[in-house]
């Protein structure tokens, strides 16, 4: 069992709609979460990150969190052609040096 | 804003160069992390360091050193650069849990 897990996609929505990227872990000592988004031939860049259970929302994009069920997922609204990439959901444990990254799930957004 | 910059962002080298990989970050962060990527294969993480002179073994460690004389650099060392090495190497840097990347430097060798 892979230790983050993401459905690889591509997921297509239309312009406008809700999109809804998934992501699983293993360990149960993880304590930090993290959102990347990835344009092609480019490098990963932070755009959320969450410790708590809940929700947490930054304009467009929720996070949210169930550590009982070792989900994290990213909801973004509105969905727009720019925010057509790969997302890369990583996990980090408290005190620990490595941060794991999900293979990433692509996303393309029908104008 | 953190900043984290790489020597290169396209590089080509030969079967059998030394390939010296640069990277710089402004937070005076104590963590600084080299990967690779491939299409399939996701991030893989090379070596990491925890601090100055302080290195640890990541993944795919084989093929590579790497080197930390300050705190704002880490450099990745290809020792004698193979056709399989080509690839997307991305630095990486963390202050707290939040990592941030450098822009990536692709590197072919032919």
């Known amino acids: 069992q892979k230790e983050v897990e993401q459905n690889s996609g591509p997921l297509s929505v239309p312009e406008g709609a809700i999109a809804s990227l998934n992501c699983t872990y293993s360990?149960?000592?993880?304590?930090?979460f993290f959102w990347y988004r990835q344009y092609s031939g480019k490098s990963p860049e932070l755009i959320m990150f969450?410790?708590?259970?809940g929700d947490k929302e930054d304009g467009r994009f929720t996070a949210q969190l169930n550590k009982a069920s070792q989900y994290v997922s990213l909801l973004i609204r509105d969905s727009q052609p720019s925010d057509s990439a790969t997302y890369l959901c990583?996990?980090?444990?408290?005190?620990?040096?490595?941060?794991?990254f999900g293979a990433g799930t692509r996303l393309f957004v029908k104008a | 804003d953190v900043k984290v910059t790489q020597s290169s962002r396209y590089l080509v080298k030969r079967t059998g160069e030394k390939v010296f990989l640069e990277c710089v970050q402004d937070?005076?962060?104590?963590?600084m992390f080299w990967y690779r990527q491939d299409p399939g294969l996701g991030l893989r993480l090379i070596y990491f360091?925890?601090?100055?002179?302080?290195?640890e073994k990541g993944d795919i460690p084989e093929g590579y050193s790497v080197s930390r004389e300050k705190k704002e650099r880490f450099s990745l060392i290809l020792e004698s650069a193979s056709t399989n090495q080509t690839s997307m190497y991305l630095c990486?840097?963390?202050?707290?849990?939040?990592?941030?990347f450098g822009p990536g430097t692709r590197l072919t060798v032919t």
């Open positions: 969450i410790y708590s259970n």
């Open positions: 990583a996990v980090k444990q408290d005190g620990g040096f490595k941060t794991i």
């Open positions: 990486a840097s963390r202050g707290g849990s939040k990592q941030y």
């Open positions: 360091s925890y601090d100055v002179k302080m290195k």
């Open positions: 937070m005076d962060h104590e963590n």
């Open positions: 360990d149960r000592g993880s304590q930090s």
